[in-house]
């Protein structure tokens, strides 16, 4: 197995058409608690692959969940990250990508998942399917709007930090694909305010 991805949360080995997600003990933690941490989020995020297949939202499929050793096996997929393309694209054709996005982060949040790690790093492009979600371990379902807002926000700041000359494009972009009139993207404009008076 080779390996692709040493994260703070997890390592990533690539075998074939198969993705391995370990992970491993941290020795900060207390090992009752760094166990049942490691435990459920494995746990949650192999219910929310299985969730996201049944939606047809593309994601990586699951093949295996070891609760035991916190592993999960999963497709491998062989894409570029969103947060490059939005780079080396045209404009126009960025815009389009920005607004598939938009899309399927309505779909997952009309279903009460929240993804609470998004960025251009974690959404994959293959020329076959388009656009992919990944990395689901620190997800969790919520029926709140501020938290589907939150979700926005987060990826609201990495686009803005990683494409500052593109961004209002890119943004606006998302937006459409989502839907401009949407509770939670008039929440995401409430806490923008908010946060100027912090």
Same mark, same amino acid.
Request: proline share 3%; with cysteine; net charge positive.
């Given at each position: 197995?080779?390996?692709?991805?040493?994260?703070?949360?997890?390592?990533?080995?690539?075998?074939?058409?198969?993705?391995?997600?370990?992970?491993?003990?941290?020795?900060?933690?207390?090992?009752?608690?760094?166990?049942?941490?490691?435990?459920?989020?494995?746990?949650?995020?192999?219910?929310?692959?299985?969730?996201?297949?049944?939606?047809?939202?593309?994601?990586?499929?699951?093949?295996?969940?070891?609760?035991?050793?916190?592993?999960?096996?999963?497709? &491998?997929?062989?894409?570029?990250?969103?947060?490059?393309?939005?780079?080396?694209?045209?404009?126009?054709?960025?815009?389009?990508?920005?607004?598939?996005?938009?899309?399927?982060?309505?779909?997952?949040?009309?279903?009460?998942?929240?993804?609470?790690?998004?960025?251009?790093?974690?959404?994959?492009?293959?020329?076959?399917?388009?656009?992919?979600?990944?990395?689901?371990?620190?997800?969790?379902?919520?029926?709140?709007?501020?938290?589907?807002?939150?979700?926005?926000?987060?990826?609201?700041?990495?686009?803005?930090?990683?494409?500052?000359?593109?961004?209002?494009?890119?943004?606006?972009?998302?937006?459409?694909? &989502?839907?401009?009139?949407?509770?939670?993207?008039?929440?995401?404009?409430?806490?923008?305010?908010?946060?100027? &008076?912090?």
């Amino acid at each position: 197995m080779e390996l692709v991805h040493k994260g703070a949360e997890a390592e990533l080995f690539r075998e074939g058409d198969v993705l391995l997600k370990r992970r491993s003990q941290k020795k900060y933690r207390i090992p009752e608690v760094d166990d049942l941490i490691r435990k459920r989020r494995t746990r949650r995020e192999a219910k929310v692959l299985k969730q996201l297949a049944e939606m047809g939202v593309p994601a990586p499929k699951l093949i295996s969940v070891d609760e035991k050793s916190c592993e999960l096996k999963m497709e &491998y997929i062989d894409g570029k990250k969103a947060k490059d393309l939005f780079e080396e694209l045209p404009m126009k054709e960025a815009e389009a990508l920005s607004r598939r996005v938009g899309e399927l982060l309505k779909q997952v949040h009309d279903a009460h998942i929240i993804h609470n790690d998004l960025t251009g790093s974690n959404l994959l492009v293959t020329k076959k399917i388009g656009v992919h979600l990944i990395d689901w371990g620190l997800s969790v379902q919520s029926t709140r709007t501020e938290d589907k807002a939150m979700d926005l926000v987060v990826y609201r700041r990495n686009l803005q930090a990683t494409h500052p000359q593109r961004f209002q494009h890119l943004w606006d972009a998302m937006t459409q694909g &989502y839907g401009q009139e949407t509770d939670a993207i008039k929440q995401v404009q409430k806490i923008l305010h908010r946060g100027r &008076y912090l």
